[in-house]
């Protein structure tokens, strides 16, 4: 098993920035990749980000490419997500996910075997 803990979700003004913590622990070492999902009110939740957990490498939904960068310490088992210029549109609850294998549909929710609990994030205009 492997636990998720997000942290760093708030209040903020349009085209301010946040940072989003997502720690993992348990079994770490099955952990393929690490993404960020977001669900706004009455909306299916949506794939942001991902990252491969050794290479590194990333992948961002077209929404938040170029505002949004995702890295992660692999030493204390940590993600993160730096928000910038946001919109009232990134308004949702976040949430961090980990899936432990290759898939065909990276983006689809369904994917991933483990998930935190969610931090709010709220964009005001």
């Known amino acids: 098993q492997v636990q998720l803990v997000e942290s760093g979700g708030g209040l903020v003004q349009a085209g301010g920035s946040l940072r989003l913590s997502c720690a993992a622990s348990?079994?770490?070492?099955?952990?393929?990749?690490m993404g960020w999902f977001r669900q706004a009110p009455g909306k299916e939740r949506e794939f942001v980000t991902d990252?491969?957990?050794?290479?590194?490498?990333?992948s961002y939904s077209d929404s938040v490419k170029d505002r949004f960068t995702i890295s992660r310490y692999n030493a204390n088992n940590t993600m993160y997500l730096q928000m910038s210029s946001l919109k009232p549109e990134d308004t949702a609850v976040y949430y961090c996910?980990?899936?432990?294998?290759?898939?065909?549909?990276?983006?689809?929710?369904?994917?991933?075997?483990?998930w935190g609990q969610g931090t709010q994030v709220t964009v005001s205009s």
């Open positions: 990252i491969n957990w050794s290479r590194g490498s990333t």
């Open positions: 348990g079994r770490t070492f099955s952990i393929y990749v």
């Open positions: 996910a980990a899936r432990t294998r290759a898939t065909a549909r990276p983006l689809d929710a369904r994917m991933y075997d483990y």
